[in-house]
């Protein structure tokens, strides 16, 4: 049995982590699989029955750029070492502090090497696409639109794309376990997500409408995004509510929502272990992003049958709530993968225009984009029937991106590399 190597900075949080964890179980069918990761700190994901492998060399912020290079250099020599004692067959990143490793650690080991590019984000740096298309065996990306990218600007045809598996009676099995939603709070104010009484922000009450999102506190998320357009939702319908599920420093975006007037109805749980439990109790699924490669918390959503908006960020959305007919014709109106300039009604979900990627706290500000969005909100939750409707359809669609195809899939592309 060959041997795979999947290598990963951390599996701590974040899409790709994820499916970095659901790769290595779907494919010790056919492989003998390790992850290799380059710190151990605050791992997020079940990794029972997984090898896997620390070289304990983390993130480090001493001595600038010469400290981040000694770091990889450091990693590098450790990885290639691994590859060769172990016999690594193949060996297959994801992100590109990973990809970076990877393709430099090919000297002195028989391993082929695959790059992920995962996200739009990762091809904003032309150098670093252009290293790992030249130093990879293969390029394989979870969008449609990174792989025509890649031909469109690079010439670049030894790519492939594969979406990310989905596992959705595990989904909907966490879903049912509501033990952490029914003690969660928010981390600033200490209110309970779910209340007792109307005084206090739930995720779900007889007669409200609650959105959430779920993503770390990263500009690349577009909450400012989402806060605003809450503000405009909530003016018409003030039985709403928003929870934004995720790790990191919120408090800038608790002090917007109270600057709009909106603070007692939007919460932030903070990062949780089952975030599925809180997505299952809200009503309606958001993607603010200006940046995606393939949304898995959209699919998430989805696989619990959620309606859901989505902005029409470069790589993901767009290719997950169109239909092909409606995806072909939208890449016929924008041959160049910019986003579109109208709000799309698809067959799965709604599309609204890509925002603005710079951060905006001013609660004066109240752009375009936040407009669209709020736009796009409100078509949903004014009539229950769309909302049923497209939640239903939602899961449909999710049932497509089945984990044994996604796993007979991946193991063509490697037997090709």
């Known amino acids: 049995m060959k041997k795979l190597l999947l290598i990963v900075p951390m599996l701590h949080q974040g899409g790709f982590e994820r499916v970095c964890v659901t790769t290595a179980r779907l494919m010790q069918k056919y492989y003998k699989v390790t992850i290799l990761i380059f710190s151990d700190k605050d791992i997020n994901y079940d990794v029972t029955g997984i090898n896997v492998v620390n070289i304990n060399v983390p993130a480090t912020k001493k001595y600038g750029k010469l400290g981040k290079v000694i770091n990889v250099i450091r990693r590098v020599i450790k990885v290639s070492a691994y590859k060769r004692q172990v016999g690594i067959d193949i060996s297959?990143?994801?992100?590109?502090?990973?990809?970076?490793?990877?393709?430099?650690?090919?000297?002195?080991?028989?391993?082929?090497?695959?790059?992920?590019?995962?996200?739009?984000?990762?091809?904003?740096?032309?150098?670093?696409?252009?290293?790992?298309?030249?130093?990879?065996?293969?390029?394989?990306?979870?969008?449609?639109?990174?792989?025509?990218?890649?031909?469109?600007?690079?010439?670049?045809?030894?790519?492939?794309?594969?979406?990310?598996?989905?596992?959705?009676?595990?989904?909907?099995?966490?879903?049912?376990?509501?033990?952490?939603?029914?003690?969660?709070?928010?981390?600033?104010?200490?209110?309970?997500?779910?209340?007792?009484?109307?005084?206090?922000?739930?995720?779900?009450?007889?007669?409200?409408?609650?959105?959430?999102?779920?993503?770390?506190?990263?500009?690349?998320?577009?909450?400012?995004?989402?806060?605003?357009?809450?503000?405009?939702?909530?003016?018409?319908?003030?039985?709403?509510?928003?929870?934004?599920?995720?790790?990191?420093?919120?408090?800038?975006?608790?002090?917007?929502?109270?600057?709009?007037?909106?603070?007692?109805?939007?919460?932030?749980?903070?990062?949780?272990?089952?975030?599925?439990?809180?997505?299952?109790?809200?009503?309606?699924?958001?993607?603010?992003?200006?940046?995606?490669?393939?949304?898995?918390?959209?699919?998430?959503?989805?696989?619990?049958?959620?309606?859901?908006?989505?902005?029409?960020?470069?790589?993901?959305?767009?290719?997950?709530?169109?239909?092909?007919?409606?995806?072909?014709?939208?890449?016929?109106?924008?041959?160049?993968?910019?986003?579109t300039d109208d709000i799309i009604f698809g067959t799965y979900g709604i599309i609204v225009p890509d925002m603005d990627e710079q951060e905006d706290f001013d609660p004066f500000n109240i752009t375009e984009g936040d407009r669209k969005l709020a736009e796009g909100i409100l078509a949903m939750i004014s009539e229950k029937e769309k909302m049923k409707e497209y939640g239903e359809k939602a899961y449909k669609r999710a049932l497509t991106y089945d984990p044994s195809k996604y796993a007979k899939d991946l193991k063509n592309i490697l037997e090709k590399v």
Request: charged share 25%; net charge positive.
């Open 92 to 339: 297959y990143s994801f992100g590109s502090s990973a990809n970076y490793v990877n393709v430099l650690s090919r000297i002195g080991n028989k391993a082929k090497v695959l790059t992920g590019l995962r996200c739009s984000t990762d091809m904003e740096n032309r150098k670093q696409v252009a290293l790992f298309c030249k130093s990879a065996n293969q390029v394989l990306s979870c969008s449609k639109e990174i792989m025509r990218e890649l031909k469109r600007d690079y010439n670049y045809e030894r790519s492939s794309y594969i979406y990310n598996p989905l596992e959705v009676d595990m989904i909907k099995e966490r879903a049912a376990n509501k033990e952490a939603l029914n003690e969660a709070t928010d981390i600033y104010d200490g209110r309970p997500v779910i209340s007792k009484n109307n005084t206090t922000v739930s995720v779900k009450d007889d007669e409200s409408v609650t959105i959430i999102s779920v993503g770390r506190q990263d500009y690349i998320k577009g909450f400012w995004h989402l806060i605003k357009a809450f503000k405009l939702v909530y003016d018409k319908y003030p039985f709403t509510k928003l929870v934004i599920v995720g790790t990191g420093d919120f408090r800038k975006f608790k002090r917007l929502a109270g600057q709009l007037g909106v603070a007692d109805r939007v919460i932030f749980p903070g990062l949780q272990r089952n975030p599925f439990a809180f997505v299952d109790s809200a009503d309606l699924y958001v993607l603010s992003s200006n940046h995606e490669g393939f949304p898995n918390a959209l699919l998430e959503a989805m696989a619990l049958g959620k309606p859901c908006v989505a902005a029409d960020c470069k790589t993901g959305p767009r290719e997950i709530l169109l239909s092909e007919d409606e995806y072909e014709t939208l890449i016929r109106e924008k041959p160049d993968g910019s986003s």
